[in-house]
């Protein structure tokens, strides 16, 4: 069965500055697709970027990018010029190719911006 | 807006009682999937439907059962409901595939358990 981890339960960043959030996975699969959602206060699960496991360029999306490294099994979210508004739970989560397969997620990461 | 619908948003009961959580998928979603969130569990997959057929059982319990409809909205039912299973219940839908699909999550149900 495919595990999701993230280690660290919180981190903090000054706003304006980049924080990474790390991200591990265990899977048997080839090709795969791994997420980044983001939880608010307002408890809504919030697609932040997604990547492809066949492709080996990094997605990015505005401030957000991540660095997929496929051997190592890591994906880690990298958010640019954080703001106050990205002060969310932040999930990573992997499924599987077949259309309808289901998601996988972490435990979350509680990240907290500093003004 | 996701365009997945959960009513009701908030639900107080008392144990022992029995519940219905609903969701209204995405137009055109085929796939609905419900997901428990507690402090302790993190996100926990419980069921997936498709097109009004089940397709795969996560860590729902017994007490736990689901349909989807034919018009594709599905509801999750809680019975014999114990302190524990109080949580925030998700609902998410996605397409029909092809090659690439993202799941759209509703805005949850918070359901306690007195």
């Known amino acids: 069965a495919q595990t999701v981890t993230q280690s660290q339960p919180e981190m903090s960043v000054q706003e304006a500055e980049t924080v990474t959030l790390s991200c591990t996975y265990d899977?048997?699969?080839?090709?795969?697709?791994l997420f980044w959602y983001k939880q608010p206060p307002s408890r809504q699960m919030i697609l932040v970027i997604r990547q492809e496991a066949y492709k080996q360029q990094n997605a990015t999306e505005n401030r957000f990018s991540v660095n997929f490294q496929k051997a190592a099994k890591s994906f880690s979210l990298k958010i640019s010029d954080s703001q106050l508004g990205d002060a969310a739970m932040y999930f990573c989560a992997y499924r599987d190719t077949g259309a309808n397969s289901k998601l996988t997620f972490g435990k979350g990461i509680t990240l907290s911006v500093r003004p | 807006d996701s365009g997945v619908t959960q009513t009701p948003k908030h639900l107080i009961t008392a144990t022992g009682q029995r519940v219905t959580l609903r969701c209204s998928p995405r137009?055109?979603?085929?796939?609905v999937y419900w997901y428990q969130q507690s402090l302790d569990q993190g996100l926990q997959f419980l069921i997936h439907?498709?097109?009004?057929?089940?397709?795969a059982k996560g860590n729902i319990l017994e007490r736990f059962s689901a349909q989807q409809f034919p018009d594709l909205h599905s509801e999750l039912n809680l019975s014999s409901l114990e302190l524990g299973d109080s949580a925030l219940y998700f609902c998410a839908s996605s397409g029909t595939g092809g090659f690439f699909t993202e799941a759209f999550f509703g805005q949850g149900t918070r359901l306690t358990v007195v």
């Open positions: 137009s055109g979603d085929l796939s």
């Open positions: 899977t048997s699969e080839s090709d795969y697709y």
């Open positions: 439907y498709y097109n009004g057929e089940e397709r």
